[in-house]
């Protein structure tokens, strides 16, 4: 099993209704001995509660059906004000083999902690939702009301963030509410051309618009392995000529303070977030890694998130 924090980024299936200490297991017709019954003595924290603990696993993972849980222990730890959850965990496709997973809980009651802090509670997206709703600056599509707002914070550079792009094309397609944001998040230790490709990006927006970003973003993608020493300024000019922009004009607005300053203030926005990779997709403030998961997973995943958030009507 993974650890929570990890199974939590990749958005792992679990799904539950409400939950009582005692109460059978979460999906109805589940056998009822497949976890143990909770024992009384192992609730002994003030707080959360086995609801508040239910409502927010039902957010991060109740668009999947497969797994099934039930929360064993919401304990006192020596440390004032902080809980120990503990949850089992079954998987219908993997034969319902049982599991646990443990995470501490803040005396706040905003955040939780396994092998990194995380939000917690019964909206745990939602303060994520309001700083990208404010800060949130990059190229978009779509309408512009933000009620269904995917964020995909990338590197042009990143050939993972490549791989993604037939996702991020799916959502265009199959949620076509949604206002979705190219949010620049150049990986500079590792690849030396994604900053100036990010302060290229964001010349072309501001010479040609959005769309013409998003031409320049498929180009600079479609010739990533070009962005070498040798020819990776003039694989940039071509993207940007691509755009309809001036390669020259956009070179001269990238050399700039100013557009080193706007790059500075997209990778400020990741860290506050505390997102750790590209590609991550927050879907209504919910950070999701998407590299390397399928496109049906994502999608479900932000299905979920919009039902959830009221962005779109729930499924019957």
Not at 75 to 101: H, M, R, Y
Not at 128 to 149: F, N
Not at 217 to 229: A, G, I, K, N, Y
Not at 234 to 259: E, F, I
Request: charged residues 20%; contains cysteine; proline residues 7%.
């Amino acid at each position: 099993m993974r650890t929570f924090v990890t199974a939590l980024l990749l958005a792992a299936s679990l799904t539950a209704p409400a939950l009582t200490q005692t109460a059978a297991v979460n999906n109805p017709g589940t056998p009822a001995d497949l976890f143990p019954q909770p024992n009384p003595k192992f609730f002994d924290a003030a707080s959360p509660s086995v609801a508040e603990v239910e409502a927010f696993l039902k957010v991060l993972w109740g668009y999947d059906t497969n797994r099934t849980w039930r929360v064993e222990a919401i304990q006192k730890t020596s440390a004032p004000g902080v809980a120990k959850v503990t949850i089992f965990v079954a998987d219908k496709s993997q034969g319902n083999k049982v599991e646990s997973i443990r995470f501490f809980t803040t005396p706040d009651g905003k955040h939780a902690i396994a092998d990194s802090v995380f939000n917690f509670g019964v909206k745990p997206f939602e303060e994520t939702r309001k700083v990208l709703e404010q800060r949130a600056d990059g190229p978009s599509t779509g309408p512009a009301a933000k009620t269904l707002e995917l964020v995909e914070f990338a590197d042009m550079q990143c050939p993972h963030c490549k791989e993604a792009q037939p996702t991020l094309e799916g959502l265009h397609r199959d949620f076509p509410q949604a206002h979705v944001v190219f949010q620049n998040f150049p990986l500079i230790d590792i690849h030396p051309f994604a900053f100036k490709a990010a302060a290229y990006g964001n010349c072309v927006a501001q010479a040609k618009g959005d769309a013409a970003f998003f031409v320049y973003l498929q180009d600079v993608f479609d010739h990533q392995e070009s962005l070498t020493p040798e020819i990776g300024d003039q694989t940039l000019a071509n993207a940007v000529t691509k755009a309809g922009a001036n390669a020259a004009s956009v070179a001269t607005c990238a050399a700039y303070p100013a557009a080193k300053q706007k790059v500075d203030a997209q990778l400020k926005l990741a860290e506050d977030l505390n997102v750790e990779q590209t590609p991550t997709l927050a879907v209504n403030g919910h950070l999701i890694p998407i590299g390397s998961v399928p496109y049906e997973t994502v999608k479900q995943i932000v299905q979920w998130d919009a039902q959830q958030s009221g962005a779109i009507a729930a499924t019957k």
